[in-house]
């Protein structure tokens, strides 16, 4: 049996970062409490990781006490935090990963120009929160409410898009904006890592029997991963997992090739584990 771990395998640049940031305050700051609004990566077991390093993960600001240390997370964070952090007398950090900080700053010369900005990604993740909370002229896309549309006044919006989309998908949107708005300025901002890892699985040779996503399910670029393994081997069985023991042994009975993905928070001890659970099997 061809066991195949896909590149890029470890933390992406921006997790790595905001990992290092995270522990560093927390040396840094030996008697103060350290708080992350959110999970500073989508990864359940880098959050616990931090926990037990005095790292501690709260949802809600004002779950943090007053004049102690916040750091933002890696996906960017709603601007409105910021005014009512200075008013808890909070210490900030901010692990914002360069990638998504480079879109903000897109939006914001765009917004200071007077454009429109259609913004693709998905409601309710902290990345696209942040994005949106920037002005009310920055629109969610949703391809299924065109009645959005009537929200843009301006000839030339800006589209741009969450780091972690389907580099599949995000063509056909473009398009289809392309058809409302011809003059409307494209950002393809899908970062980096997110296209190699995705581009890697799109390459997969076609006698491929099984494809394993190693990631959290609250990770985007995770959930990316096996919806492209889907599409592109509709064929191939593609599951995702968050650890070796969530492993169903039983799926690699008569299998000849598999083929390992992960996302970019996915820690790489994790993904060596589930390497060995399956050449152990
Ligand atoms: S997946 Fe991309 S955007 Fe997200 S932290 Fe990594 S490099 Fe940055």
Same mark, same amino acid.
């Given at each position: 049996?061809? #066991?195949?771990?896909?590149?890029?395998?470890? &933390?992406?640049?921006?997790?790595? +970062?905001?990992?290092?940031?995270?522990?560093? #305050?927390?040396?840094?700051?030996?008697?103060?409490? #350290?708080?992350?609004?959110?999970?500073?990566?989508?990864?359940?077991?880098?959050?616990?990781?931090?926990?037990?390093?005095?790292?501690?993960?709260? +949802?809600? =600001?004002?779950? =943090?006490?007053?004049?102690?240390?916040?750091?933002?997370?890696?996906?960017?964070?709603?601007?409105?935090?910021?005014?009512?952090?200075?008013?808890?007398?909070?210490?900030? &950090?901010?692990? =914002?990963?360069?990638?998504?900080?480079?879109?903000?700053?897109?939006?914001?010369? +765009?917004?200071?120009?007077?454009?429109? @900005?259609? &913004?693709?990604?998905?409601?309710?993740?902290?990345?696209?929160?942040?994005?949106?909370?920037?002005?009310?002229?920055?629109?969610?896309?949703?391809?299924?409410?065109?009645?959005?549309?009537?929200?843009?006044?301006?000839?030339?919006?800006?589209? @741009?898009?969450?780091?972690?989309?389907? *580099?599949?998908?995000?063509?056909?949107?473009?398009?289809?904006?392309?058809?409302?708005?011809?003059?409307?300025?494209?950002?393809?901002?899908?970062?980096?890592?997110?296209?190699?890892?995705?581009?890697?699985?799109?390459?997969?040779?076609?006698?491929?029997?099984? @494809?394993?996503?190693?990631?959290?399910?609250?990770?985007?670029?995770?959930?990316?991963?096996?919806? *492209?393994?889907?599409?592109?081997?509709?064929?191939?069985?593609?599951?995702?997992?968050?650890?070796?023991?969530?492993?169903?042994?039983?799926?690699? =009975?008569?299998?000849?090739?598999?083929? *390992?993905?992960?996302?970019?928070?996915?820690?790489?001890?994790?993904?060596d584990e589930?390497y060995n659970r @399956?050449i152990n &099997?």
């Amino acid at each position: 049996m061809k #066991v195949e771990i896909l590149n890029p395998k470890a &933390y992406c640049a921006g997790v790595s +970062n905001a990992i290092s940031l995270a522990l560093k #305050v927390r040396k840094d700051n030996p008697h103060r409490e #350290v708080y992350v609004l959110g999970m500073l990566v989508h990864n359940n077991f880098v959050v616990k990781s931090l926990e037990k390093q005095g790292i501690k993960s709260v +949802n809600k =600001i004002e779950d =943090i006490p007053d004049g102690q240390i916040v750091i933002f997370s890696a996906h960017g964070h709603k601007r409105e935090l910021d005014a009512i952090a200075k008013e808890k007398n909070l210490t900030i &950090y901010d692990s =914002i990963c360069p990638k998504v900080l480079h879109n903000i700053t897109l939006i914001e010369e +765009n917004l200071e120009k007077g454009h429109q @900005i259609i &913004y693709i990604g998905q409601a309710g993740h902290p990345e696209a929160e942040a994005c949106l909370s920037l002005s009310k002229k920055v629109i969610l896309y949703d391809k299924n409410v065109l009645k959005n549309y009537q929200l843009i006044n301006d000839e030339s919006p800006l589209v @741009i898009n969450q780091t972690t989309l389907n *580099i599949l998908d995000i063509k056909n949107d473009h398009e289809d904006i392309l058809k409302v708005f011809p003059k409307a300025r494209i950002a393809d901002e899908i970062c980096g890592s997110t296209r190699l890892r995705q581009k890697a699985i799109v390459d997969s040779s076609t006698d491929v029997d099984l @494809i394993i996503v190693v990631g959290d399910q609250k990770s985007s670029n995770s959930k990316r991963l096996l919806e *492209i393994a889907r599409s592109t081997h509709p064929h191939v069985s593609s599951i995702m997992i968050s650890d070796a023991r969530e492993l169903d042994v039983s799926l690699l =009975i008569n299998k000849n090739h598999i083929v *390992i993905s992960s996302g970019a928070s996915t820690p790489n001890e994790i993904i060596d584990e589930v390497y060995n659970r @399956i050449i152990n &099997y």
